[in-house]
C-alpha cells in the first residue's frame, strides 16, 4: 500500500505556510491543542461541512438537522455518564511534573494496542516495562483517573452550584433535544438527526496537529430505528456490492490482517451484525471516497470486547492511514436506547414515542451514531490531496473541485496593458458571483500557475492580448495542466462542466 506522503509534522508546516491552519496565539507561544484556520483553511474546512451536510441531511428524506448550544444543563452530562466515566488515564513525571497519557505512554514505548485498559491495568504495564518520563528519562508517578471536561460557571457568581460544562461531545444535545424535534419535524421511524458543531474535550496530551485538538467539530447523526425492526434497512440495496477493507473483532483475535470484502460477504458471514450498521459504514466511507479520498487507504475496524465504550453494544471505527499509523476517522456505535433511557430516568420526561401500528408507546434505538471529527476528515482530504510533480518542480494539491477553497485563478497575462487587466477584472468580478476566486497579476504566468497549484486551485483562466479581439480566455486544469481556448460568453457554461467532472479537452480549443 502506498505510503502518505508527508509526515504529520511537515503537514502542519505546510499547512501553515499556505494559510490553511496556524497554531492558535502563536504570538504568546500558543497553547497545545488549539488551533486556527487562516483564509483557506476556513473555505476548505467550510465545504467538508456543506457536503457532509448536503449529503446526509438535505439529500436525504429520512434526516433533519439541529444546531444545539455548547453549554447546557450539566445534569445532560450526569445522565449521558461524562461526569462518572468521561476520563483518561494520567500519569505524572515525578521529577519534571511533565503529564501523560498512560494508554499513549504504553502505546508508543511498547507498540501494543491498550484499548480497554484500566487504570490498574496501565499502572502494571508501565511497572512491569519500566517505563520513564519520556522527556526527562526519570521515574513516573501512580496513574490516576482524570476526567476530559472543561468546566466553567454559568451567571456572575463562580460557586459549585453554577458549574457547567463545554459539551464534549455534540450527541447528548440531540437526544435532550429528541421529542421537540421528532414531534415538530414529524419525524417516522426510522430516521435520522444530525448536527455539525464544535466539542471541547481537555486532551492529557493533544498532539498529532488537528488529529488531537482540545477543540474541534463534530459532525454527528444518531439514526434511530424501531426497536422491533433492527433488521429492517431499507437503503441496504444501496451498498451491498460496496466493497471496503475489514478487521472484525475475531479477525483482531486471531491476529489476522484485514480482507477487503463488499457489505454482502460481511452480512452473510455475520461480521457485521446488523444491516443499518453495514449501511451507515458504506455510506460514510463512499462519502470520503466520492470527495476524492483514496479507498485503499481507509478500513473499518470493529472494537474488541474490552474498548466498547459503557453505552454501545457493538462500535466500527472508520480508519484512515495516518502517516503515524492506522487511527480512527470516525466511530459508528449501536448505542441502543441507552441515551434515551437515561434522559428519560434523570429528567423525568417521556421520550418515548407513539407507535400507530401496535398502539403501544416504545423507545426507539440509535442502531448507528456515526460520529466524525472535522478536522480529522480535513487531514485526510489534505494528506490524499498532496503531491509533489516532479515536472512542474511544485506541490499540487489536488483537492476534488467541491472541496477547493478557491476554485478559480484568474490572471492577466501582463500587468502593464491596461485593457486586459480591465478585461481580466470584469471576468473575475463576474465569476466571483458564482464561484471563489482570486485575482493575481504578480510574477511570470508560470509563478502564478505553480502558485495556484500548491493551494489546489481547479481552474486558471487566463487573459491575453488576443482575448482583446477575439474575445476567447484560455483555461487551464490543474491537474493536467490542460488548456483549452473559449470565449467569453461560454466561460461560466465550460467551467460549470468542468467542476462537474467533464474533460476540459472536451470543452474548448485546445491549447498547444
Ligand atoms: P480517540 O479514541 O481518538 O480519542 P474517541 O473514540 O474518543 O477518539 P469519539 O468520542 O468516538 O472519539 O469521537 C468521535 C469523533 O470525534 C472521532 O472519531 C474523531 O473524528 C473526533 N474526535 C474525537 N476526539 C477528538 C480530538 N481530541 N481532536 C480531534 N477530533 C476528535
Known amino acids: 500500500m502506498e505510503k502518505p506522503k508527508l509526515t504529520i509534522d511537515e503537514m502542519a508546516a505546510f499547512c501553515k505556510r499556505k494559510g490553511f491552519v496556524y497554531p492558535n496565539s502563536e504570538i504568546y ?39 444545539g448550544s455548547i453549554i447546557t444543563n450539566p445534569m445532560v452530562w450526569k445522565a449521558s455518564g461524562h461526569v462518572e466515566g468521561f476520563t483518561d488515564v494520567l500519569v505524572d513525571c515525578k521529577k519534571c511534573g511533565s503529564r501523560f497519557r498512560g494508554d499513549q ?3 508508543d514505548k511498547l507498540k501494543i ?49 453554577s458549574a457547567a460544562y463545554l459539551r464534549p461531545e455534540t450527541a447528548q444535545i440531540i437526544f435532550a433535544d ?26 492529557i496530551s493533544p498532539r498529532d496537529f488537528l488529529f488531537r485538538m482540545r477543540e474541534f467539530e463534530q459532525m454527528e447523526i444518531e439514526y434511530f430505528v424501531h426497536p422491533e425492526k433492527q433488521e429492517e434497512c431499507k437503503f441496504i440495496d444501496d451498498v451491498m456490492d460496496y466493497e471496503l477493507n475489514v478487521l472484525s473483532a475475531e479477525m483482531q483475535k486471531e491476529k489476522k490482517n484485514m480482507q477487503k470484502m463488499p457489505i ?37 475496524r470493529q472494537h474488541v470486547k474490552d474498548e466498547l465504550s459503557h453505552y454501545a453494544l457493538d462500535t466500527w471505527d472508520l480508519e484512515y492511514e495516518f502517516p503515524f499509523g492506522w487511527k480512527e476517522l470516525q466511530g459508528l456505535s449501536n448505542r441502543t436506547d441507552f441515551d ?21 408507546k416504545i423507545i426507539p434505538h440509535v442502531i448507528c451514531e456515526p460520529s466524525q471529527g472535522v478536522e480529522r476528515a480535513f487531514l485526510v482530504f489534505m494528506f490524499d490531496a498532496y503531491e509533489y510533480d516532479k515536472k512542474r518542480e511544485n506541490v499540487v494539491l489536488k483537492l476534488h473541485p467541491k472541496l477547493c ?80 481556448r473559449v470565449k467569453i460568453k461560454d466561460l461560466k457554461e465550460v467551467l460549470r462542466k468542468f467542476m462537474d467532472g467533464e474533460n476540459l479537452g472536451k470543452l474548448g480549443e485546445n491549447v498547444e
Open 105 to 107: 505512554l504504553i502505546e
Open 340 to 360: 434515551l433511557k437515561q434522559h428519560m430516568g434523570y429528567s423525568k420526561t417521556d421520550l418515548s414515542i407513539f407507535d400507530e401500528e401496535t398502539k403501544k
Open 29 to 67: 507561544g500558543g497553547i497545545a491543542g488549539f488551533y486556527d484556520f487562516g483564509h483557506l483553511g476556513v473555505e476548505l474546512k467550510n465545504n467538508i461541512k456543506k457536503e457532509w451536510w448536503k449529503t446526509f441531511v438535505q439529500q436525504r428524506e429520512d434526516i433533519v438537522g439541529i444546531d
Open 264 to 300: 454482502k460477504e460481511c452480512l452473510n458471514k455475520k461480521i457485521i451484525k446488523t444491516k443499518w450498521h453495514a449501511y451507515w459504514l458504506a455510506s460514510m466511507h463512499k462519502w470520503f471516497v466520492d470527495l476524492g479520498a483514496d479507498a485503499e487507504h481507509f478500513r473499518i
Open 405 to 484: 477553497p478557491i476554485k478559480i485563478g484568474v490572471f492577466p497575462l501582463v500587468s502593464n496593458k491596461k485593457e486586459i487587466v480591465e478585461l481580466a477584472k470584469k471576468i473575475h468580478n463576474e465569476l466571483k458571483q458564482e464561484w471563489t476566486c482570486t485575482f493575481d497579476l504578480s510574477g511570470s504566468i508560470g509563478r502564478r500557475y505553480a502558485r495556484a497549484d500548491e493551494i489546489g486551485i481547479y481552474a486558471c483562466v487566463t487573459i491575453d492580448h488576443e482575448s482583446l479581439e477575439d474575445e476567447s480566455i484560455t483555461i487551464r486544469a490543474r491537474d493536467t495542466t490542460e488548456q483549452v
Open 113 to 161: 494496542a491498550t484499548a480497554g485498559m484500566s487504570t490498574d491495568d496501565v499502572a502494571q504495564e508501565l511497572k512491569r516495562h519500566k517505563v520513564k518520563c519520556p522527556k526527562c528519562g526519570s521515574e513516573l508517578g501512580e496513574p490516576n483517573r482524570f476526567n476530559l471536561m472543561f468546566t466553567t460557571n454559568v451567571g456572575p457568581v463562580q460557586i459549585t452550584a
Open 178 to 203: 429528541f421529542k421537540l424535534v421528532q414531534e415538530n419535524a414529524r419525524l417516522k421511524l426510522p430516521f435520522g438527526i444530525a448536527q455539525i458543531g464544535k466539542a471541547f474535550r481537555n486532551e
